[in-house]
């Protein structure tokens, strides 16, 4: 009786193995091999309704199954463009750099290009912190206007990559604008000068010419001032920054009877420095 109450225990307990082994399985997804067209298909169904991670997943799986049709290499671009819309921009960048790797002479190559630049870009963070992903973006349309300069993406990109360049001449003219507060002139003038030097077409330009002036001012180099005000008068006589150094300058400036004799005489006699 023992012997046959052991049995049953065992056959008991390897029942109930293979029971929870089964509802394990079922977790998972079973594999079933489908059309090409019937996966793609349903991956842009899946995008067309917004599920974007569902149809990422979808465009993933033509290429697993089927990784050698033409189908394949257009889900690769698809699923990055999935990953775009969903805001999963590291995915979307790997998707892009890995189709453009297999397939560089595809006639969508150029959109790819374009859609790894625009990855970066919705990434542009506030000028409060670090711009390495401004630089990313601007590298990244840089890309599209010098490989594809005749395509309506590099026109797209040449517009995004002037408000790219204006974002990063904000940083420098914000860290210039804290130095100059704590009274750390030298630090500030490098900052704007640096604007000057490299975001010569940015809206910064008026602004980093009056601070550079005051900043100049604040250590008693009384040339060095008036040669920049001169610029910012010659350059932007209609900008309010214009008008506000005017009257630091002529009126409590730099204080000398002539100064706004000077002022208008300066403007006039100095040619465009951009």
């Given at each position: 009786?023992?012997?046959?109450?052991?049995?049953?225990?065992?056959?008991?307990?390897?029942?109930?193995?293979?029971?929870?082994?089964?509802?394990?399985?079922?977790?998972?997804?079973?594999?079933?091999?489908?059309?090409?067209?019937?996966?793609?298909?349903?991956?842009?169904?899946?995008?067309?309704?917004?599920?974007?991670?569902?149809?990422?997943?979808?465009?993933?799986?033509?290429?697993?199954?089927?990784?050698?049709?033409?189908?394949?290499?257009?889900?690769t671009l698809m699923s990055a463009?999935?990953?775009?819309?969903?805001?999963?921009?590291?995915?979307?960048?790997?998707?892009?750099?890995?189709?453009?790797?297999?397939?560089?002479?595809?006639?969508?190559?150029?959109?790819?290009?374009?859609?790894?630049?625009?990855?970066?870009?919705?990434?542009?963070?506030?000028?409060?912190?670090?711009?390495?992903?401004?630089?990313?973006?601007?590298?990244?349309?840089?890309?599209?206007?010098?490989?594809?300069?005749?395509?309506?993406?590099?026109?797209?990109?040449?517009l995004k990559k002037d408000l790219t360049v204006d974002h990063l001449a904000g940083k420098e003219m914000s860290v210039g604008r804290y130095y100059q507060d704590r009274g750390e002139y030298l630090a500030a003038i490098n900052r704007f000068k640096s604007v000057l030097d490299k975001y010569q077409t940015t809206t910064h330009v008026p602004e980093a010419l009056a601070r550079l002036t005051e900043s100049y001012l604040a250590l008693g180099l009384d040339g060095e001032a008036k040669r920049t005000a001169s610029v910012l008068g010659h350059n932007f006589p209609g900008s309010p920054w214009y008008e506000d150094f005017y009257d630091l300058l002529v009126g409590d400036g730099l204080n000398t009877r002539e100064s706004e004799s000077w002022w208008h005489s300066t403007t006039t006699a100095l040619g465009d420095w951009f």
């Open positions: 009786m023992l012997r046959k109450a052991s049995a049953k225990n065992v056959i008991a307990a390897c029942g109930l193995a293979l029971l929870l082994a089964a509802c394990s399985s079922d977790d998972k997804p079973e594999y079933v091999e489908r059309p090409v067209s019937e996966l793609y298909n349903g991956a842009q169904d899946l995008l067309d309704a917004k599920e974007y991670q569902k149809a990422a997943e979808a465009f993933d799986e033509v290429e697993r199954q089927h990784p050698y049709s033409v189908w394949a290499t257009k889900a463009y999935a990953y775009y819309q969903d805001n999963k921009y590291d995915d979307a960048i790997t998707a892009i750099d890995r189709f453009i790797s297999l397939h560089p002479a595809n006639p969508d190559v150029p959109y790819a290009y374009y859609l790894k630049a625009l990855s970066y870009y919705e990434q542009i963070s506030d000028v409060g912190r670090d711009q390495q992903m401004t630089q990313h973006a601007m590298d990244s349309l840089d890309d599209v206007i010098r490989r594809f300069p005749d395509s309506q993406y590099a026109r797209d990109a040449k």
